[in-house]
């Protein structure tokens, strides 16, 4: 594959995220980028973002209406295309989630719950801000970030009952939860790698160079 | 750290009690500024667009964010769903709701179900009472209401509202310190973040918000924009580890 080909890659615009920050984030990464909400592109597609913000079912249900499930599905499980979900993005990649109580993408083994906090003064919820994210093991996502470096989180709810091959990072916010997830060609980040400076740029940057 | 960043005209502008305001600089300059600073987060509001009936201007939006490389919350006269999608579209991370969500508290329910709740920001601007009793206001303080902060925090928080931000108009712009009673008082009622907002002057006044009052994140104008007495105009950010909790991070 020539290198041009390699660092092509299709943004899905899910309806309600913020995708600008984004692209130029993977643009300033050499990525040639391409935002769309057509199912067409994602089948030709060879590799993946899914980006941020937004609402769980609202989302979901958008991409059910124009056959962006079955799109993403195809080109994750059968083609083996590389996918980055960002945020809510990697939540959509779940089995299902509480936020409207739907079913997600399903393309890893995992649920999204809300955040139960105990201190509630202290915790309060969304998590908002910045914090650490734990590397359990070699990453590829990961590769030479240090371990000390934050990133910025916006959330109220989080992956759990996620099988221990598929997590890669957790975070501690009044408890541990998995905040990046990767395995063969999916890989999740809770944060946001768009506004995480330069922490952020070099696990984008990871991510096109794949 | 949230630096809050006010618009009028095209230009930056720093008021005191939400009054008389100086020119401040360029919003985009700012913003570059904020970047090698490696600034947490930014707040940017058009102090103007709800009284003269519109809502912050897109191409501000754009291009500050394209330039951001940390997050930025806007606000400024929103108040429909679409001028959030459009807004959000040209590249906010977070909207900021003020009059609003006073005026229409089951809009920031629809923008939560349609957004997330991660997405809604509600501002609220209080001023403390002659009997030392606190109401929210709104239209730049002008306009008061019967509503008071802890309860209406409370109601925010009912419809889907992700975090509050808590300005007190009296410290606005004296760098006097943060109303510690009227940021407690609203964190104790909630369980969605609270940012204080209006009269830090040092890091040590963010450490008592943080630390006394609950405040999960401290904003501030004056203090990253004034330099000395004779506030001179110098955009600065205190090193993040001189607070004992960086930021707002939610980590331990």
Known sequence: MSSSASHAITIVDCGTGNLHSLQRQLRNSHADTTVTKDPASVRSATKLVLPGVGHFGTAMERMRATGMVEAIREAVLERGVPVLGVCLGMQLMARKSAEGDCEGLGLVDAEVVRFSVKDSLRYKVPHVGWNRIRVRRQSRLFDGIAEDAEFYFVHSFHFAAVDEAIAVGDSRYDYEFTSAIEHGNIFGIQAHPEKSHDAGSKLLENFVGL | ?252
């Open chain 2, 1 to 252: 750290m949230i630096p809050v960043l006010l618009l009028r005209n095209g230009g930056l502008v720093k008021t005191t009690r939400f009054g008389a305001a100086a020119y401040v600089g360029d919003p985009l300059n700012a913003v570059r500024i904020f970047n090698n600073f490696r600034a947490d987060e930014l707040v940017l509001l058009d102090v103007d667009a709800t009284r003269e009936g519109r809502t912050i201007p897109l191409e501000v939006v754009r291009s500050l964010s394209e330039e951001a490389r940390m997050p930025i919350s806007f606000g400024g006269g929103i108040g429909t769903i679409e001028q959030i999608r459009s807004i959000i579209a040209a590249g906010a991370e977070r909207v900021v709701l003020g009059s609003a969500a006073l005026e229409r508290p089951s809009f920031v329910a629809e923008a939560a179900s349609t957004f997330g709740s991660s997405t809604i920001v509600v501002c609220m601007d209080v001023r403390r009472e002659v009997f030392g009793r606190y109401r929210v206001t709104h239209l730049n303080g002008t306009k008061r209401t019967d509503h008071g902060p802890a309860d209406f925090g409370k109601r925010m928080e009912e419809c889907g509202a992700g975090e509050l931000i808590v300005q007190s108009v009296d410290r606005d712009g004296t760098m006097s310190g943060y109303d510690l009673e009227l940021v407690e008082a609203v964190s104790r009622s909630v369980t969605i973040p609270v940012v204080a907002l209006g009269g830090a002057g040092s890091v040590d006044d963010m450490r008592k918000a943080h630390e006394s009052s609950h405040a999960s994140a401290v904003a501030a104008g004056s203090m990253f924009v004034f330099h000395g007495s004779r506030r001179g105009v110098l955009i600065s950010y205190p090193d993040p580890r001189t607070l004992a909790n960086p930021g707002r991070s939610g980590g331990d």
